[in-house]
């Protein structure tokens, strides 16, 4: 998934095993399920939200409060510049408190975060970077920040452990220190490429993807997981990030009488969506999650109506009891927060990290200690998402990547809903 816009970035959030995608999901994930007919609305844009789960502390638990010393972690996320995600240290540091007032921390010593603020560009984040260093953190939480290229060399430099977060770039997804719970980017545009091909007997398809560095990343690994899924004819459609104007692309796409047209590019997604349902589009639809944003959807003017994403996350009002958990947390401790895909990999990251390393002294708190608590090469509970193995063999090109199933949702009107109520994954289709 390419950076995204903020304006949209407010959702009210195979392994190859024959030709039907659904055929390969796990049953190893304690949490994966129907999201049933989660909203679209209004409602759902922010963690206040209403849910038909309860969201009053009994979710929570029994309170049993950290104290003493704090541990601390280090965090970078992009917060300035054109485009932003400041719901991933949001819903960590929502996290944090949660853990640190309910689960005792780490230890019984509270878990704290020191974040800089980052903004996409390797040359401040290699200076954040510095700057978290500085403090001497115990490890890295990772967030959602497409300058991580200058940063991972200073986090190698000084031998810290990178947990969880939002992956964008390859070096992240290959540092030898890393252990990240969800694949965004790679994991659900792939995924969602060999729906496509394997379930919805796809042989065409228009690509529309935003021509910056991460848009095209991204648009080719969409593109090379249809071809090796089967796709055998594909019109590339660049569009320039700064474009208003998405007459000409949309019309290419249709031009191509394509039997799917995939939109890879945030910003642009409710005009591009609008102007294909003014023209009559018969194609299906697919997009990115940001796609899906209530306003992204409203924006479309019943465009979005049956577009198909891929996610990593259960949808936020899944109705389980760690959507539950993750709803009231949210709606305590930061009940503002868009409630997109990126922010629930925030939160599972704090829950993941807290989970492993919970009864941990300081002492134990090496590097060596923390990876090989992640490291074990076997199945482990991923909160809100598929079962992660750090085994370096979950994601092709991608050691670092623990976990790449995605769940495939479609838009129905105002709500979403699974059309793969199991976690899927792109296997062999996905060739870096």
């Given amino acids: 998934m390419p950076a995204r816009s903020r304006a949209i970035a407010t959702l009210g959030a195979v392994a190859a095993c024959g030709l039907f995608l659904a055929a390969c999901s796990s049953s190893g994930s304690g949490t994966s399920g129907s999201s049933g007919g989660s909203s679209a609305g209004g409602s759902s ?24 010393s704090p541990i601390v972690f280090g965090l970078l996320n992009i917060e300035s510049g054109p485009v932003t995600f400041p719901e991933v240290r949001q819903a960590e540091e929502a996290a944090v408190k949660y853990v640190n007032a309910y689960k005792g921390g780490i230890g019984g010593h509270p878990i704290k975060i ?14 954040c970077a510095n700057q978290i260093a500085d403090q001497n953190p115990v490890a890295i939480l990772g ?15 000084k031998n810290l452990a990178y947990l969880g977060g939002v992956p964008f770039t390859p070096v992240e997804q290959n540092y030898a220190n890393a252990a990240i719970f969800s694949s965004i980017s790679t994991g659900d545009n ?31 690994i969409i593109i ?17 990030p700064t474009s208003s104007d998405v007459s000409s692309a949309v019309a290419t796409a249709m031009g191509a009488h394509p039997d799917v047209i995939y939109v890879d590019a945030p910003a642009a ?33 019943g465009g979005a109506d049956g577009l198909y994403f ?23 401790y930061a009940p503002s927060i868009a409630l997109d895909s990126l922010a629930a990999i925030g939160f599972q990251t704090v829950i993941n990290v807290q989970t492993a390393l919970g009864s941990f002294t300081t002492a134990d708190l090496t ?4 990876l090989a608590a992640f490291k074990t090469g076997k199945a482990t509970h991923n909160f809100m998402g598929h079962d992660y193995t750090c085994d370096g063999k979950q994601l092709a090109g991608a050691t670092a990547i623990c976990n790449a199933y995605e769940q495939i949702r479609q838009v129905k009107g105002s709500k979403i809903v699974a059309v793969s109520p199991d976690f899927v994954t792109a296997g062999s289709y996905y060739k870096p």
């Fill in 269 to 301: 997604c409710p005009g591009v969506l609008a102007s294909l349902k003014q023209l009559g589009n018969t194609a299906k639809i697919f997009g990115v999650d940001p796609c899906t944003a209530p306003k992204a959807i409203q924006g479309a003017n």
């Fill in 143 to 157: 967030g959602a920040d497409t300058g991580a290229p200058g940063a991972i060399p200073v986090w190698a430099r």
């Fill in 45 to 68: 844009t922010a963690a206040g939200g209403s849910s038909s789960a309860s969201t009053g502390d009994n979710v929570l638990g029994t309170p049993k409060a950290a104290a003493g």
């Fill in 310 to 332: 891929a996610g990593p996350t259960l949808d936020a009002f899944a109705g389980t009891p760690e959507t539950a958990l993750y709803l009231a947390a949210l709606k305590k």
């Fill in 224 to 240: 090379n997981t249809m071809t090796n899924a089967g796709i055998s004819k594909i019109t590339k459609i660049a569009l320039p």
């Fill in 114 to 127: 020191v974040s800089c603020a980052t903004d996409g560009q390797p040359s401040t984040s290699q200076r």
């Fill in 367 to 370: 590097t060596a200690k923390i």
């Fill in 190 to 220: 792939a995924a969602a490429s060999v729906y496509a091909a394997k379930t919805l007997k796809a042989k065409s398809a228009a690509v529309i993807y935003t021509s910056d560095t991460q848009g095209t990343a991204s648009g080719k």
